[in-house]
């Protein structure tokens, strides 16, 4: 090994702050054997986080490809439904649809958003498309005033996949509250 090649200093992603109440939190959780789904905390986590994206509703789940397949379940998804998803997303998106059986059916999407293009939606709807899922990538929310136009126009849900935007608004609305369901991811590089 060359001992003048000096190691290269990794950049994290994502870190943790923890400057609060944190130890306290985890030994609550540890003295009140509440360390999965029950417990103060998960509970007040969902009814802050309904209350921050202005919503009646939020469940939490062990991550966000989780709660996307969770949501087309409920919605009711069958084999051989196609949904529209965008191209540029993390594959979790298109991969949920086929967990239920389903078909993603890939729109291109717009060059200067980077978000699902509404101009390419309308021609991918076929007589087997239930729903659209809206990536709002990078932050920056899909154009949700057309999605749900033309979903209104061919009866299909509106999913948001929010993973990648935690309090980004669109039209002065939070995005999370702006399709039929939405989910969020809290992996470190997101929120």
């Given at each position: 090994?060359?001992?003048?090649i000096?190691p290269?200093?990794?950049?994290?992603?994502?870190?943790?702050v923890?400057d609060g109440?944190?130890a306290?939190y985890?030994?609550?959780?540890?003295?009140t054997?509440?360390?999965s789904?029950?417990?103060?905390?998960?509970?007040?986590?969902?009814?802050k986080?309904?209350?921050?994206?202005?919503v009646?509703?939020a469940?939490?789940?062990?991550?966000g490809?989780?709660?996307?397949?969770?949501?087309?379940?409920?919605?009711?998804?069958?084999p051989?439904?196609?949904v529209?998803v965008p191209t540029?997303t993390?594959?979790?998106t298109?991969?949920v649809?086929r967990?239920?059986?389903?078909r993603?059916?890939?729109?291109?999407?717009?060059?200067?958003?980077?978000?699902i293009?509404?101009?390419?939606?309308?021609a991918?709807?076929?007589p087997?498309?239930?729903?659209?899922?809206?990536?709002?990538?990078?932050?920056?929310?899909?154009?949700m005033?057309?999605?749900?136009?033309?979903?209104?126009?061919?009866?299909l849900?509106?999913v948001?996949?929010?993973?990648?935007?935690?309090?980004?608004?669109?039209?002065?609305?939070?995005?999370?509250?702006?399709g039929?369901?939405?989910?969020f991811?809290?992996?470190?590089?997101r929120?």
């Amino acid at each position: 090994m060359n001992s003048s090649i000096k190691p290269r200093r990794n950049i994290a992603v994502g870190g943790p702050v923890l400057d609060g109440n944190e130890a306290l939190y985890v030994q609550e959780c540890l003295r009140t054997n509440s360390i999965s789904s029950v417990g103060r905390f998960v509970a007040d986590f969902e009814r802050k986080f309904a209350e921050f994206c202005s919503v009646r509703h939020a469940i939490s789940t062990c991550n966000g490809t989780c709660a996307l397949h969770l949501a087309l379940i409920a919605l009711g998804l069958k084999p051989g439904d196609e949904v529209i998803v965008p191209t540029l997303t993390y594959v979790a998106t298109a991969n949920v649809v086929r967990y239920c059986g389903g078909r993603p059916v890939l729109v291109d999407v717009d060059r200067t958003t980077f978000n699902i293009d509404p101009a390419a939606i309308e021609a991918k709807v076929g007589p087997r498309t239930r729903g659209i899922i809206a990536v709002h990538l990078y932050g920056h929310p899909a154009e949700m005033d057309q999605v749900r136009r033309i979903a209104q126009r061919h009866q299909l849900f509106v999913v948001e996949d929010a993973s990648e935007a935690h309090g980004a608004e669109y039209r002065g609305a939070r995005v999370g509250g702006l399709g039929g369901c939405a989910a969020f991811s809290f992996y470190g590089n997101r929120s």
